[in-house]
């Protein structure tokens, strides 16, 4: 057997997977830009179903593991604990992502840039999230502020930050990030907070709105606003 042969295929397939996932996401972005976000969801969903059937179908076979319930067994089968750091690895993963996005923009074009790129892609990112939320969750066309407040235990930053809800009403509730993973790095080196109230004044209303478009939001604090030590942002989500 020759290892280097095996180690050019296995880095091959790999880079596969990495093409799959931005065929998929190219296919998308033309939908919506042809055929509008809505129609683009829609198809979306259809396309996740089948896809994903297909796939884990063939990876199965050939790779000889067992399916429980549309899933690989051996990752429903992990011990909870395992579990759960293996959810919080992938949301870990995911941020680390973002940042290193967002530093190869600021290294080659300047901070503005890469703020301008970093907004515009929560503006896409936060309604897509939604969407895979609400999918997940089976929650209804207009699941009001309890959808929303559901939707958000199962954010991707949920499992990494800390949040609460500080404060609530008949109509409205008010969220709070109470500790950032990227603002408490910088915090501990001393480093002023980053201004991210550019990218949430796009993020959080994006977010709601794909949620219940009713649900309307306002900005209480987010860096860089002053706030208190108990969180570095809040948001107020209400239906009018």
Avoid at 197 to 214: M, N
């Amino acid at each position: 057997m020759n290892n280097n042969s095996n180690i050019e295929t296995a880095r091959l397939i790999i880079d596969f997977f990495h093409r799959i996932s931005m065929h998929h996401a190219i296919w998308f972005a033309e939908v919506s830009a042809k055929l509008g976000k809505i129609k683009a969801y829609e198809i979306l969903d259809t396309v996740y179903k089948q896809s994903y059937e297909l796939q884990m179908k063939r990876l199965s076979k050939i790779m000889g593991f067992e399916m429980t319930d549309s899933l690989p067994s051996g990752l429903v089968d992990l011990p909870n604990e395992k579990l759960n750091e293996l959810r919080e690895g992938v949301a870990i993963n995911w941020l680390a992502n973002d940042g290193i996005w967002f530093q190869a923009i600021e290294f080659t074009s300047g901070m503005a840039e890469a703020k301008h790129c970093n907004d515009a892609s929560w503006a896409q990112f936060a309604p897509f999230e939604a969407w895979s939320i609400k999918r997940l969750l089976g929650l209804s066309e207009f699941p009001g502020l309890d959808g929303l407040k559901q939707a958000f235990k199962y954010r991707l930053y949920s499992f990494i930050n800390k949040q609460s809800i500080i404060e609530e009403t008949a109509n409205s509730f008010v969220f709070s990030m109470d500790d950032c993973r990227v603002q408490s790095a910088r915090k501990r080196k001393g480093l002023a907070d980053y201004p991210c109230k550019s990218a949430g004044i796009i993020e959080f209303p994006e977010f709601a709105k794909a949620i219940d478009s009713r649900i309307k939001t306002s900005c209480i604090c987010c860096p860089p606003d002053e706030h208190p030590d108990s969180h570095f942002c809040a948001w107020r989500f209400y239906i009018e």
